[in-house]
């Protein structure tokens, strides 16, 4: 598999680069809201945007957690991420809030 990189945090957002293969293999498009259902939380990605860089693929922006709250990412890489994707530990038919 491509390398893929770590989470990236900008301010007070951080997101994932999602490789472009993983979201044809996904069936999922940059137009797509993805919701992610992780372990201990879900997550609304807003909007993919390409990203370029020494990674290739999309940049999925997302909220942080409110003070306290879990961070379902925590210091998990992308090619983590990507496993529990393909896991299957994942739900764009649900609209799950933190």
């Given at each position: 598999?491509?390398?893929t990189g770590?989470?990236?945090?900008?301010?007070?957002?951080?997101g994932v680069i999602i490789p472009a293969s993983l979201l044809k293999q996904l069936s999922w498009t940059a137009e797509d809201e993805i919701q992610l259902i992780m372990y201990d939380g879900s997550i609304t990605l807003k909007k993919l945007e390409p990203y370029t860089g020494p990674y290739t693929g999309f940049f999925a922006d997302m909220p942080r957690p409110e003070q306290g709250e879990p961070d379902p990412w925590g210091d998990k890489s992308t090619d983590e991420i990507v496993e529990e994707l393909r896991s299957g530990r994942y739900d764009r038919s649900?609209?799950?809030?933190?």
């Open positions: 598999m491509e390398k770590k989470i990236i945090r900008i301010g007070n957002s951080h649900k609209n799950l809030d933190w």
